[in-house]
């Protein structure tokens, strides 16, 4: 295991950071590590709050399906074993994926046959982001076809969301959650 670089706030917290991290969470779930990490700026943490909120997410024109079809690949794909453990943790039974689903969205390819085209597209659009910071027209033309605009923006914006998250988890070398899955865990 790698030495956070800068370790998660523990408790007793201060009032504001109490407080900050609450907001943070679902109503009765401890707050995770990289959020006690963010703590440590607090002007920061409130700002990143808004946006990527766990109370906001539900807001999204997105299925809760489609948002961790793109978060569990985007953070894959950066190499975020943290945001995605996390993710995988909380989210993978809710959204029904298959142990080939988990695979796939890990290790593998758009292009495996467990996808359906509609989300294919998504894991595709979040490989081209990744790799190249834009979607082919191709990929523009299959999402325009099964999403919305206000989809599509979502998409977009929650790709690039989450790999800024993965660069601050990766970068402060968030510890991994006890009991979150791993990537090795989906080979």
Known sequence: MTTPRIAPLVPPYTTDVGAQLEQMMPPGVPPIALFRTF??????????????????????????????????RVTARCGCEYEWGVHVAFFADRVGLTPAQLRSITHGSPDDSCWEPD?????????????????????????????????????????????????????????????????????
């Open 119 to 187: 989300e294919a597209v998504l894991i595709r659009a979040a490989d081209e982001l990744h790799d190249g910071a834009c979607v082919t027209d191709a990929t523009w033309a299959d999402l325009s076809d099964t999403l919305a605009v206000e989809q599509v923006l979502d998409l977009l914006l929650l790709a690039g969301w989450y790999h800024a998250i993965s660069f601050a988890a990766n970068g402060a070398r968030v510890p991994l959650e006890d009991g979150a899955p791993r990537f090795d865990d989906h080979r």
């Open 39 to 72: 703590a440590h700026n607090l002007p920061m943490a409130r700002a990143m709050g808004g946006w990527g909120s766990y109370e906001l997410s539900k807001d999204l024109s997105l299925t809760m399906r489609q948002r961790e079809l793109v978060i569990d």
